[in-house]
C-alpha cells in the first residue's frame, strides 16, 4: 500500500470538502449523476422489463454491511456461488445452472455499465472483484432485455452501481474476527449553484484472513461532474485499486478439513492485484421524449500471480499439507480495455400506439499479455442494438430485440491465429398487467458469448483454434407483483446451449464446439412485512435439470450433472424493524454440487499432474445474524455475526480443499459530521 496515493486521496478530499461547506438552498437538491442502468431507479422500469429483476436495495447493504460483492449477492434467487476466501478477492459467480466454476464466463458483470472483467474475450473475467464498500446498490437482471448488454449474456446481467456524492463528510470503521480492520472515508459537495459536484471514497482494509490467508486492499473512488446548460450532464469517474492477498490455488487435505486446521495451506504465495480506471458518461436530455446517454471508459490492469513449487501435485501430505521447494513460479499478466457505448432512447407514437424506443452501438477493445512471453492477445468486438415497447394496450406490450454482435480475437507473437464472428441476437418480451398490482411476463431471446478462455482456444502448437461463437435459446416465463404488505416473483427458466467450448484438458489440446449443455428450473422470490415490525423474506432456486448432453473428448458424459450447479439453493430472512433498530437473521442453504464433469462422489486428489481435486460437496446451512442501529441522523452503529453455529463446511475444491470460514464476528460505527 502506498502511502503517497492516500495522502493525495486525502487532498483531494479536502478539496471537495471547501464546496460541501458552500451550501444553498438550490444546492441541497439531490443529484444524479449520468450513468448507464440495467433496470433503473422505480418500480415502474421493474413493471417494464420482461424478465426477471432483482434489486439488493441501498437500505439492506446498510443492514447487512457484506465485506464482498459475493456477500452482498448470495440472497439473490438464481445465483450461485464458488466461495475460496471470505475475501472474495476474485470471484466465481453462475447463474440459473451455469457453473459458478467457470469464474464468471457466461454471466455480464458491470459496474454503473461499464464491464468489469479484465477481458471479455481473453478470459480471466474472475480476477477483479470491485469492493462493496462503495456501492450503493446492486441490479440483476435476466430475460430478453440482457441482450441489451454484452457480450456474454447467456445467463443475464449484473449491475453494481456506486455511491453517488452526497454533502458533507463521513467516516466508517469496522473491526472483527481474523483480525479484520475496515476504514472508510466519504467526502462531497456542490458549488452554491448546484450546477457542479464531486465526492471521494477511500476505502482501507487490512485483515489477517480465515486460516491466515491475510489481505489488505486499498480502494480509491472519484466522482465528479457539472451540468452543461440546462439539459446535459457530464461526469467523471476515476477508481483505483490495489490488493495483496496471501491465497493460492492450494487448499487442505481431507484429514486437515477434518481436523479444522487453521493454518494457510500456501503461506508463501500472493496474489497482487493492481487496477485503474476511468469513465466518462454524458448525458443530454433533447427533450422531454428523447433521451442521449454515452459512455467512454479505460481500464488497465495487473494480475501478478507468485507461487511456490511442490514436490509434486499430488503429494499432499494427510497431516502436514504441501511439500514446497525453493521454486517461485511467477504468473504476471496485463490488461488493458477500452470502450464508447451510446444509447438512444425516444418515445413515439408511431402506428397509433404508445411505444419506447432504444437505440445502441457498443465499441471495446482489450489487450493482455504475460510478462516474460511473446505471446500476446487482442480482442476488439462492437455491437449494435435495438428494442422496442409497443403498447398494445393499457394491459399489453409487446417487446422485441435485436443485437448484432461482431468480434476478433488475434493471438500475436511467436504463435498467431485468429478467431472471429459476427453473431445475430434476437429475443422477444411480452408483459401483460392481470391487475394493477400483478404482471405476468416472459420472453425468448438468444444467449450469446464468445469464446473466451484462452487455454480453451489453443492448440498443441499453442496457435490459436477458430472457434464459432456460444450461443443458446433462453426461454423464461413468470409472475410478479405486491400488495398489501406482500411482494413475490416467480419465474421458470430453460436455457439450451448448443455449443459450449470444450476446454483443452477435456479435449487433449484439441478445443472444439461439443459441448451441449441444457439448464430448466425456477426461481422464486417472496417478502412479507407485519404490521408489527417482523418481516419475512425468502428466496429458492430449484434447478433439476443442470447437465452435460453428448460427449467430451472421451469421456461419455450425456446426462452428467454440472459442476458447481446445486439443485435446490435457498434462504430465509427474518426481520425485525423498532424505530431506530433492525435486525435480520439470514438462513441460507445451498444444495450438494459435484466438482468434475464425471461426477466423481469421494473427495480425492486427481490423477493427472494439475492436482486438481475432485468429489461431490456436501449440502450445508449457515445463519448470519445482522443488526443496526441508529443513535442520531449522524451515528450509526451496527454488529454481524457470520456463520452463528460454526458450521465446518467444504465450500469448494482446488489443489486441495477451501474450507468455509469459520464463525466471524464484525463491529462498526458511521458517523456524518
Same mark, same amino acid.
Given at each position: 500500500?502506498?502511502?503517497?496515493?492516500?495522502?493525495?486521496?486525502?487532498?483531494?478530499?479536502?478539496?471537495?470538502?471547501?464546496?460541501?461547506?458552500?451550501?444553498?438552498?438550490?444546492?441541497?437538491?439531490?443529484?444524479?449523476?449520468?450513468?448507464?442502468?440495467?433496470?433503473?431507479?422505480?418500480? %415502474?422500469?421493474?413493471?417494464?422489463?420482461?424478465?426477471?429483476?432483482?434489486?439488493?436495495?441501498?437500505?439492506?447493504?446498510?443492514?447487512?454491511?457484506?465485506?464482498?460483492?459475493?456477500?452482498?449477492?448470495?440472497?439473490?434467487? @438464481?445465483?450461485?456461488?464458488?466461495?475460496?476466501?471470505?475475501?472474495?478477492?476474485?470471484?466465481?459467480?453462475?447463474?440459473?445452472?451455469?457453473?459458478?466454476?467457470?469464474?464468471?464466463?457466461?454471466?455480464?458483470?458491470?459496474?454503473?455499465? !461499464?464491464?468489469?472483467?479484465?477481458?471479455?474475450?481473453?478470459?480471466?473475467?474472475?480476477?477483479?472483484?470491485? &469492493?462493496?464498500?462503495?456501492?450503493?446498490?446492486?441490479?440483476?437482471?435476466?430475460?430478453?432485455?440482457?441482450?441489451?448488454?454484452?457480450?456474454?449474456?447467456?445467463?443475464?446481467?449484473?449491475?453494481?452501481?456506486?455511491?453517488?456524492? %452526497?454533502?458533507?463528510?463521513?467516516?466508517?470503521?469496522?473491526?472483527?474476527?481474523? *483480525?479484520?480492520?475496515?476504514?472508510?472515508?466519504?467526502?462531497?459537495?456542490?458549488?452554491?449553484?448546484?450546477?457542479?459536484?464531486?465526492?471521494?471514497?477511500?476505502?482501507?482494509?487490512?485483515?489477517?484472513?480465515?486460516?491466515?490467508?491475510?489481505?489488505?486492499?486499498?480502494?480509491?473512488?472519484?466522482?465528479? *461532474?457539472?451540468?452543461? *446548460?440546462?439539459?446535459?450532464?457530464?461526469?467523471?469517474?476515476?477508481?483505483?485499486?490495489?490488493?495483496?492477498?496471501?491465497?493460492? $490455488?492450494?487448499?487442505?487435505?481431507?484429514?486437515?478439513?477434518?481436523?479444522?486446521?487453521?493454518?494457510?495451506?500456501?503461506?508463501?504465495?500472493?496474489?497482487?492485484?493492481?487496477?485503474?480506471?476511468?469513465?466518462?458518461?454524458?448525458?443530454?436530455?433533447?427533450?422531454?421524449?428523447?433521451?442521449?446517454?454515452?459512455?467512454?471508459?479505460?481500464?488497465?490492469?495487473?494480475?501478478?500471480?507468485?507461487?511456490?513449487? !511442490?514436490?509434486?501435485?499430488?503429494?499432499?501430505?494427510?497431516?502436514?499439507?504441501?511439500?514446497?521447494?525453493?521454486?517461485?513460479?511467477?504468473?504476471?499478466?496485463?490488461?488493458?480495455?477500452?470502450?464508447?457505448?451510446?444509447?438512444?432512447?425516444?418515445?413515439?407514437?408511431?402506428?397509433?400506439?404508445?411505444?419506447?424506443?432504444?437505440?445502441?452501438? &457498443?465499441?471495446?477493445?482489450?489487450?493482455?499479455?504475460?510478462?516474460?512471453?511473446?505471446?500476446?492477445?487482442?480482442?476488439?468486438?462492437?455491437?449494435?442494438?435495438?428494442?422496442?415497447?409497443?403498447?398494445?394496450?393499457?394491459?399489453?406490450?409487446?417487446?422485441?430485440?435485436?443485437?448484432?454482435?461482431?468480434?476478433?480475437?488475434?493471438?500475436? @507473437?511467436?504463435?498467431?491465429?485468429?478467431?472471429?464472428?459476427?453473431?445475430?441476437?434476437?429475443?422477444?418480451?411480452?408483459?401483460?398487467?392481470?391487475?394493477?398490482?400483478?404482471?405476468?411476463?416472459?420472453?425468448? $431471446?438468444?444467449?450469446?458469448?464468445?469464446?473466451?478462455?484462452?487455454?480453451?482456444?489453443?492448440?498443441?502448437?499453442?496457435?490459436? =483454434?477458430?472457434?464459432?461463437?456460444?450461443?443458446?435459446?433462453?426461454? %423464461?416465463?413468470?409472475?410478479?407483483?405486491?400488495?398489501?404488505?406482500?411482494? $413475490?416473483?416467480?419465474?421458470?427458466?430453460?436455457?439450451?446451449?448448443?455449443?459450449?467450448?470444450?476446454?483443452?484438458?477435456?479435449?487433449?489440446?484439441?478445443?472444439?464446439?461439443?459441448?451441449?449443455?441444457?439448464?430448466?428450473?425456477?426461481?422464486?422470490?417472496? @417478502?412479507?412485512?407485519?404490521?408489527?415490525?417482523?418481516?419475512?423474506?425468502?428466496?429458492?432456486?430449484?434447478?433439476?435439470?443442470?447437465?452435460?448432453?453428448?460427449?467430451? @473428448?472421451?469421456?461419455?458424459?450425456?446426462?452428467?450433472?454440472?459442476?458447481?450447479?446445486?439443485?435446490?439453493?435457498?434462504?430465509?430472512?427474518?426481520?425485525?424493524?423498532?424505530?431506530?433498530?433492525?435486525?435480520?437473521? !439470514?438462513?441460507?442453504?445451498?444444495?450438494?454440487?459435484?466438482?468434475?464433469?464425471?461426477?466423481?462422489?469421494?473427495? =480425492?486428489?486427481?490423477?493427472?499432474?494439475?492436482?486438481?481435486?475432485?468429489?461431490?460437496?456436501?449440502? $450445508?446451512?449457515?445463519?448470519?445474524?445482522?443488526?443496526?442501529?441508529?443513535?442520531?441522523?449522524?451515528?450509526?452503529?451496527?454488529?454481524?455475526?457470520?456463520?452463528?453455529?460454526?458450521?465446518?463446511?467444504?465450500?469448494?475444491?482446488?489443489?486441495?480443499?477451501?474450507?468455509?470460514?469459520?464463525?466471524?464476528?464484525?463491529?462498526?460505527?458511521?458517523?456524518?459530521?
Amino acid at each position: 500500500m502506498k502511502q503517497n496515493k492516500l495522502v493525495l486521496a486525502v487532498i483531494s478530499t479536502l478539496s471537495v470538502m471547501t464546496h460541501a461547506n458552500a451550501q444553498s438552498t438550490m444546492g441541497n437538491k439531490d443529484i444524479e449523476l449520468p450513468r448507464i442502468d440495467v433496470v433503473g431507479n422505480s418500480l %415502474e422500469d421493474i413493471k417494464k422489463t420482461p424478465g426477471a429483476v432483482s434489486i439488493v436495495t441501498k437500505e439492506e447493504l446498510h443492514l447487512k454491511q457484506p465485506i464482498s460483492t459475493e456477500a452482498a449477492l448470495k440472497t439473490v434467487p @438464481g445465483i450461485t456461488i464458488k466461495p475460496e476466501e471470505e475475501s472474495s478477492v476474485v470471484s466465481n459467480i453462475g447463474m440459473r445452472g451455469l457453473s459458478s466454476g467457470d469464474g464468471n464466463k457466461y454471466v455480464v458483470i458491470l459496474e454503473d455499465g !461499464v464491464p468489469v472483467a479484465p477481458g471479455a474475450f481473453t478470459g480471466n473475467q474472475r480476477y477483479y472483484n470491485p &469492493r462493496i464498500q462503495r456501492m450503493d446498490s446492486i441490479e440483476v437482471l435476466k430475460g430478453s432485455s440482457a441482450l441489451k448488454y454484452g457480450p456474454n449474456n447467456v445467463a443475464g446481467v449484473i449491475n453494481f452501481k456506486t455511491k453517488q456524492p %452526497e454533502d458533507g463528510f463521513a467516516v466508517t470503521t469496522r473491526v472483527g474476527s481474523f *483480525g479484520y480492520k475496515e476504514g472508510l472515508i466519504e467526502a462531497g459537495g456542490k458549488t452554491t449553484d448546484g450546477n457542479m459536484i464531486g465526492g471521494i471514497n477511500i476505502v482501507t482494509i487490512d485483515s489477517d484472513g480465515f486460516q491466515n490467508k491475510g489481505y489488505k486492499t486499498e480502494d480509491v473512488m472519484l466522482k465528479a *461532474g457539472m451540468a452543461l *446548460g440546462d439539459k446535459q450532464w457530464l461526469g467523471v469517474k476515476l477508481t483505483h485499486y490495489d490488493n495483496e492477498a496471501n491465497i493460492s $490455488y492450494r487448499g487442505l487435505s481431507l484429514a486437515q478439513f477434518q481436523n479444522r486446521v487453521k493454518d494457510n495451506p500456501a503461506p508463501n504465495d500472493y496474489f497482487y492485484t493492481q487496477r485503474n480506471s476511468i469513465d466518462l458518461n454524458h448525458e443530454w436530455n433533447i427533450d422531454p421524449d428523447i433521451k442521449l446517454s454515452s459512455l467512454m471508459y479505460y481500464t488497465k490492469m495487473n494480475r501478478d500471480y507468485h507461487r511456490y513449487g !511442490v514436490t509434486s501435485n499430488l503429494a499432499l501430505n494427510s497431516t502436514t499439507g504441501w511439500v514446497f521447494n525453493d521454486t517461485l513460479g511467477k504468473n504476471d499478466r496485463d490488461f488493458e480495455r477500452r470502450g464508447f457505448e451510446s444509447r438512444l432512447k425516444i418515445n413515439h407514437n408511431n402506428f397509433g400506439i404508445k411505444n419506447e424506443l432504444e437505440l445502441g452501438i &457498443r465499441l471495446a477493445d482489450e489487450k493482455f499479455t504475460q510478462d516474460g512471453s511473446t505471446v500476446g492477445y487482442q480482442g476488439n468486438n462492437y455491437a449494435l442494438f435495438a428494442e422496442n415497447k409497443f403498447y398494445i394496450s393499457d394491459k399489453f406490450a409487446l417487446i422485441p430485440g435485436v443485437r448484432v454482435e461482431n468480434y476478433e480475437l488475434k493471438r500475436t @507473437g511467436t504463435k498467431t491465429g485468429v478467431t472471429k464472428d459476427t453473431v445475430l441476437v434476437p429475443g422477444l418480451g411480452s408483459i401483460y398487467q392481470i391487475s394493477p398490482t400483478t404482471q405476468v411476463y416472459g420472453s425468448v $431471446y438468444k444467449g450469446f458469448a464468445a469464446p473466451s478462455n484462452i487455454s480453451d482456444l489453443s492448440l498443441d502448437d499453442n496457435t490459436l =483454434a477458430d472457434l464459432p461463437a456460444q450461443v443458446s435459446t433462453n426461454y %423464461e416465463v413468470g409472475v410478479r407483483g405486491m400488495e398489501s404488505g406482500l411482494r $413475490y416473483e416467480i419465474t421458470a427458466f430453460l436455457i439450451d446451449f448448443k455449443n459450449q467450448n470444450v476446454t483443452s484438458n477435456s479435449q487433449n489440446g484439441t478445443p472444439t464446439t461439443a459441448g451441449s449443455t441444457i439448464h430448466q428450473g425456477f426461481e422464486m422470490a417472496v @417478502g412479507y412485512a407485519f404490521k408489527n415490525g417482523f418481516s419475512l423474506d425468502g428466496a429458492i432456486t430449484y434447478i433439476p435439470v443442470a447437465k452435460f448432453r453428448g460427449t467430451r @473428448g472421451t469421456a461419455a458424459i450425456d446426462g452428467n450433472r454440472i459442476t458447481y450447479t446445486p439443485e435446490l439453493t435457498g434462504n430465509i430472512t427474518l426481520g425485525y424493524k423498532y424505530e431506530k433498530f433492525k435486525a435480520a437473521l !439470514v438462513t441460507a442453504y445451498v444444495g450438494s454440487q459435484f466438482t468434475d464433469v464425471a461426477n466423481t462422489t469421494a473427495i =480425492a486428489a486427481g490423477t493427472t499432474s494439475s492436482g486438481f481435486w475432485t468429489g461431490k460437496l456436501d449440502s $450445508y446451512t449457515l445463519l448470519d445474524l445482522h443488526t443496526s442501529y441508529s443513535v442520531d441522523k449522524q451515528l450509526s452503529i451496527y454488529g454481524t455475526i457470520n456463520n452463528l453455529t460454526d458450521k465446518s463446511y467444504i465450500a469448494s475444491l482446488r489443489q486441495g480443499i477451501y474450507a468455509g470460514p469459520s464463525r466471524s464476528v464484525m463491529v462498526g460505527a458511521r458517523y456524518k459530521f
